[in-house]
């Protein structure tokens, strides 16, 4: 018997849907249902569900705030924002934020992101405790899509648009210079309205609130004509910050294997099996030919997207390829530390890819540290150079979740593991 994610109470588990059912019933000539992250293939047509909830939550309050999303879409959402609709949105502020908070939580759920700080709002989203007033939730809207192949524009109403928002999509954003353990950034977009949640974290060591007014400088410089929802329950829809086309093109950008973009063979193969090892090894003739290139563009294509990030994360050893009859320690061979010491200052984002039964990190950083044998036959090491690489590698683990909205959860964990291969049987 399972743990209810919602009420905690041990109950048979029921599924619970992502996107909500009733999406999928709406019958709208288009060839666009729901995206899920973690799918082969840009669309997904059946209906996705996550099985943690238990009967009473699901039948009862979550449902009543998935009809409350039903009223809303076929009163507003429904409806395409052109460039020059002039309309009103009309809303229950709380109903609405509830709403889009579980369904940020149930995603985050199905992909293991944004869990730590989302699973503090079950009761929020149950309504036993209130809305923070530090919540932010913010409109942004897109256009359908006027011209041809080298011109593309917001549509006006009566213009032949060539493509229309026809989506529900679940999901992360970044906010640009802004980085934070104490947020969750999440966004909900159906159709031309895209909802996007600030969501502080409410733990006791949580420095959200103190965060606060920096956070609300940059995001209103970074989109000025998106407002935030009001507590007053209506606001003027704002005119449209990009056209369908535009927003799908960035979209796909962000999910080349969903799309069957990537180039890498070995990542492709891995992202089709999504579990596992995935052992890539460096040659020998590269590293006697001071040759980073090839291990350069392999592990270049793991930072270049979030899907390829999360897809991979925890699942690579590296191993040195071609020394098999050489009775040295790979440490004690001068030109493979040359290489990983080139290797490593153009790459420094190994803790979020180690897998953590393995120890390449721990290798790595020996080589880096001008490692000796003493007389007792252990190996001595620089300290000081370690705890560089260590200081390194966090900075670097930081910012690729950063750049990618890489969860608070996945940032921790990675990190523990990583101290847990590096501490394990070095001798200083």
């Not at 919540?135 to 359908?144: E, F, G, R, S």
């Not at 829809?237 to 969903?258: C, K, Q, R, W």
């Not at 999504?274 to 980073?292: A, P, Q």
Request: proline fraction near 4%; glycine fraction near 4%.
């Amino acid at each position: 018997m399972n743990i209810c994610s919602y009420c905690d109470k041990k109950k048979p588990a029921t599924r619970e849907h992502i996107i909500p059912s009733w999406y999928y019933k709406h019958e709208r000539d288009s060839e666009d249902t729901g995206f899920m992250e973690r799918a082969k293939g840009k669309i997904v047509k059946t209906e996705l569900v996550i099985r943690d909830v238990c009967e009473d939550c699901n039948n009862n309050v979550l449902s009543d705030l998935d009809s409350y999303g039903k009223k809303l879409f076929f009163e507003s959402f429904i409806n395409y924002v052109y460039k020059d609709t002039k309309t009103q949105l009309h809303y229950n502020y709380e109903q609405l934020a509830r709403w889009l908070l579980k369904i940020s939580y149930n995603s985050a759920r199905s992909h293991d992101s944004d869990t730590e700080i989302l699973t503090q709002y079950r009761r929020i989203i149950t309504g036993s405790e209130p809305l923070p007033d530090h919540l932010m939730v913010k409109i942004l809207t897109i256009a359908p899509a006027a011209g041809g192949i080298y011109s593309v524009t917001s549509a006006t109403k009566g213009a032949n648009a060539v493509s229309h928002p026809d989506w529900f999509r679940v999901g992360v954003f970044r906010v640009e210079d802004f980085d934070t353990m104490y947020w969750a950034f999440r966004h909900v977009t159906i159709n031309s309205y895209s909802f996007l949640l600030y969501v502080p974290d409410l733990s006791i060591s949580s420095r959200a609130l103190e965060e606060l007014k920096a956070l609300q400088q940059v995001v209103n410089k970074e989109i000025k004509l998106s407002p935030a929802l009001s507590r007053a329950g209506v606001i003027d829809v704002p005119t449209p910050e990009i056209d369908s086309i535009s927003y799908n093109m960035n979209h796909l950008g962000n999910f080349p294997f969903a799309y069957g973009l990537i180039k890498n063979e070995t990542i492709e193969a891995a992202m089709e099996n999504k579990i596992g090892l995935v052992n890539y090894w460096i040659d020998r003739t590269d590293i006697e030919n001071k040759d980073i290139s090839n291990a350069l563009a392999f592990l270049n294509d793991l930072v270049s997207s979030r899907e390829v990030c999360m897809g991979m994360k925890e699942r690579i050893e590296i191993s040195i390829h071609g020394y098999d009859d050489d009775a040295r320690e790979i440490y004690e061979i001068p030109e493979v530390v040359t290489f990983l010491k080139a290797l490593d200052e153009e790459w420094p984002y190994w803790m979020l890819f180690q897998h953590p039964n393995f120890r390449w990190l721990q290798i790595l950083a020996v080589c880096l540290s001008e490692p000796k044998n003493n007389k007792a036959g252990k190996v001595e090491f620089n300290p000081e150079l370690i705890s560089k690489c260590m200081h390194k590698w966090f900075i670097s683990l930081n910012e690729i979740c950063h750049k990618h909205a890489i969860s608070l959860t996945i940032n921790k964990r990675v990190s523990a593991q990583a101290n847990a291969i590096m501490t394990k049987g070095l001798v200083g």
